[in-house]
C-alpha cells in the first residue's frame, strides 16, 4: 500500500536524481579553467568533505566501527572505492567528450548492469540459473541494446558537426574516442557497489554498535569515496604538471570557479545522501523503485539538461530520434534489473 511516507521517500528519490543529474552543469560554466582544475575541486568537496562532515556528524562511533571491521573488509571498501575513483575521472572526461546527456546514459547504463551482474556472478555464482539471474542477465543485454542505439545517436550528431564544419567541430574529440572512455567509465563506476557488496562486514559492526539505520550506510560512503579522490588527485595532479595549468587556480577571477566546483561537490553528494534517505522511508519499495528511480532521473535530467545547453543543438530529428529511443530502452533494463534487485 502506498503511504505517504513511502510517496515522501519516493520524491526525496526523484529530487536526488535531479541533483547528480545536473552536477556536472557548472563544468560548462567555468571559463578559463581546464577540466583538472574544475574536477579537482570537486573531487575535494564532493568525495572527501562532504562525506566525512556527515558521516562524523551521523555515526558518533565511527572509530569503534573501523576498528571491530577486519582490515580486509576495509582494504576492499577504500580499494573498491579507488577502482570507482579512476571510473569517476573518466566519467568526467566522457561527460567532456559525448555531453551531460549521452555521457550519463552510456556510463550510467553500463555502472548499473555490471555494478548488479558481478556481485551474483562472484558472492552467489548458484543463483545465476534462478529468475533473479535471468533478470540481470536479461537486463545487461538490453542495456547494451539501449546504448548502442544511443551511441548511434552520438555517432550522427558528431557526422551532423562535420557536414557544418565549423572550427570547434573540427577540433572537437571524435566521438569514438568519447565512446571508449565512457564505456570504460561505466564499467570502473560500477565497482563503488562492490564496496558496499565486499564490504558488508562493516556494515553488521556498525549495526551492532546501534548505528541508526537511516544513516549506517555512511560508514562504507565515507571511506570509499576518499579512496576515489586519491585516483581523481592523481590524475587531476598530472594533468596540472603536463599542462601548467596549476596557477588558474589562483588567477583574477578564478573565486567563481571555485564556486563552481564546490556546488559540484554538493550536487553530486547532496544526491547521494538524499537517495540514503529516499529509500529508508520507502521501506521494501525502496530495493523495488528508489533504485531504478534514481538511475531513471539522472538519465532523464542529464538529457534534458543537455539539450538546454545546446548539446545536440543542429544534430537533426534522426539523431533525435535515436536519442529518445535508446533513452527509453535504458530505462527499460533499468526496470529489468530492479526486479532482479528485488528478488535478492
Same mark, same amino acid.
Given at each position: 500500500? @502506498? &503511504?505517504?511516507?513511502? *510517496?515522501?521517500?519516493? =520524491? #526525496?528519490v !526523484?529530487?536526488?536524481?535531479v541533483?547528480? $543529474?545536473v552536477? /556536472?552543469?557548472?563544468?560548462?560554466?567555468?571559463r578559463?579553467?581546464?577540466?583538472?582544475?574544475?574536477?579537482?575541486?570537486?573531487?575535494?568537496?564532493?568525495?572527501?568533505?562532504?562525506p566525512?562532515?556527515?558521516?562524523?556528524?551521523?555515526?558518533?562511533?565511527?572509530?569503534?566501527?573501523?576498528?571491530?571491521?577486519s582490515s580486509?573488509?576495509?582494504?576492499?571498501?577504500?580499494?573498491?572505492?579507488?577502482?570507482?575513483g579512476?571510473?569517476?575521472? @573518466? &566519467?568526467?572526461?566522457? *561527460?567532456?567528450?559525448? =555531453? #551531460?546527456? !549521452?555521457?550519463?546514459?552510456?556510463?550510467? $547504463?553500463?555502472? /548499473?548492469?555490471?555494478?548488479?551482474?558481478?556481485?551474483?556472478?562472484?558472492?552467489?555464482?548458484?543463483?545465476?540459473?534462478t529468475?533473479?539471474?535471468?533478470?540481470?542477465?536479461?537486463?545487461?543485454?538490453?542495456?547494451?541494446?539501449?546504448?548502442?542505439?544511443?551511441?548511434?545517436?552520438?555517432?550522427?550528431?558528431?557526422?551532423a558537426?562535420?557536414t557544418?564544419?565549423?572550427?570547434?567541430?573540427?577540433?572537437?574529440?571524435?566521438?569514438?574516442?568519447?565512446?571508449?572512455?565512457?564505456?570504460?567509465?561505466?564499467?570502473?563506476?560500477?565497482?563503488?557497489?562492490?564496496s558496499?557488496a565486499f564490504?558488508?562486514?562493516?556494515?553488521?559492526?556498525?549495526?551492532?554498535?546501534?548505528?541508526?539505520?537511516?544513516?549506517?550506510?555512511?560508514?562504507?560512503?565515507?571511506?570509499?569515496?576518499?579512496?576515489?579522490?586519491?585516483?581523481?588527485?592523481?590524475?587531476?595532479?598530472?594533468?596540472?604538471?603536463?599542462?601548467?595549468?596549476?596557477?588558474?587556480?589562483?588567477?583574477?577571477?578564478?573565486?567563481?570557479?571555485?564556486?563552481?566546483?564546490?556546488?559540484?561537490?554538493?550536487?553530486?553528494?547532496?544526491?547521494?545522501?538524499?537517495?540514503?534517505?529516499?529509500?529508508?522511508r520507502?521501506?521494501?519499495?525502496?530495493?523495488v523503485?528508489?533504485w531504478?528511480?534514481?538511475?531513471?532521473?539522472?538519465?532523464?535530467?542529464?538529457?534534458?539538461?543537455?539539450?538546454?545547453?545546446?548539446?545536440?543543438?543542429?544534430?537533426?530529428?534522426?539523431?533525435?530520434?535515436?536519442?529518445?529511443?535508446?533513452?527509453?530502452?535504458?530505462?527499460?533494463?533499468?526496470?529489468?534489473?530492479?526486479?532482479?534487485?528485488?528478488?535478492?
Amino acid at each position: 500500500m @502506498l &503511504t505517504s511516507e513511502i *510517496l515522501a521517500g519516493a =520524491g #526525496i528519490v !526523484l529530487v536526488a536524481g535531479v541533483l547528480q $543529474g545536473v552536477f /556536472a552543469v557548472p563544468m560548462k560554466f567555468a571559463r578559463g579553467w581546464k577540466y583538472e582544475n574544475i574536477w579537482l575541486v570537486f573531487a575535494v568537496t564532493g568525495l572527501v568533505i562532504f562525506p566525512w562532515l556527515l558521516t562524523l556528524a551521523t555515526v558518533p562511533n565511527i572509530a569503534d566501527v573501523y576498528r571491530l571491521t577486519s582490515s580486509k573488509s576495509l582494504f576492499a571498501i577504500a580499494g573498491f572505492g579507488a577502482c570507482w575513483g579512476i571510473g569517476a575521472t @573518466l &566519467t568526467g572526461l566522457g *561527460l567532456t567528450m559525448l =555531453g #551531460i546527456g !549521452l555521457g550519463f546514459a552510456i556510463i550510467l $547504463g553500463l555502472s /548499473a548492469s555490471v555494478g548488479s551482474l558481478v556481485p551474483l556472478l562472484i558472492l552467489t555464482p548458484d543463483k545465476i540459473g534462478t529468475t533473479q539471474g535471468y533478470d540481470y542477465l536479461l537486463g545487461t543485454g538490453v542495456m547494451l541494446v539501449g546504448i548502442g542505439v544511443a551511441a548511434r545517436a552520438g555517432a550522427l550528431r558528431e557526422r551532423a558537426a562535420r557536414t557544418r564544419a565549423d572550427e570547434q567541430a573540427r577540433q572537437a574529440t571524435p566521438f569514438v574516442t568519447g565512446l571508449v572512455v565512457a564505456i570504460a567509465a561505466g564499467v570502473l563506476s560500477s565497482t563503488l557497489n562492490f564496496s558496499y557488496a565486499f564490504g558488508h562486514e562493516a556494515l553488521v559492526r556498525a549495526h551492532t554498535l546501534n548505528v541508526s539505520p537511516l544513516w549506517v550506510a555512511n560508514v562504507i560512503t565515507a571511506p570509499a569515496t576518499t579512496g576515489g579522490f586519491f585516483a581523481n588527485l592523481f590524475y587531476c595532479a598530472y594533468l596540472l604538471r603536463r599542462n601548467g595549468t596549476a596557477g588558474k587556480f589562483i588567477h583574477p577571477g578564478a573565486g567563481i570557479n571555485w564556486l563552481f566546483g564546490a556546488i559540484m561537490g554538493a550536487l553530486w553528494f547532496g544526491g547521494q545522501a538524499l537517495y540514503g534517505l529516499g529509500v529508508s522511508r520507502m521501506g521494501q519499495f525502496g530495493t523495488v523503485v528508489g533504485w531504478p528511480s534514481l538511475m531513471g532521473m539522472i538519465i532523464v535530467t542529464s538529457n534534458v539538461a543537455g539539450i538546454l545547453t545546446g548539446e545536440w543543438k543542429g544534430a537533426g530529428k534522426r539523431a533525435g530520434a535515436y536519442l529518445s529511443a535508446g533513452m527509453l530502452i535504458i530505462l527499460a533494463a533499468l526496470g529489468i534489473l530492479a526486479l532482479g534487485q528485488s528478488g535478492s
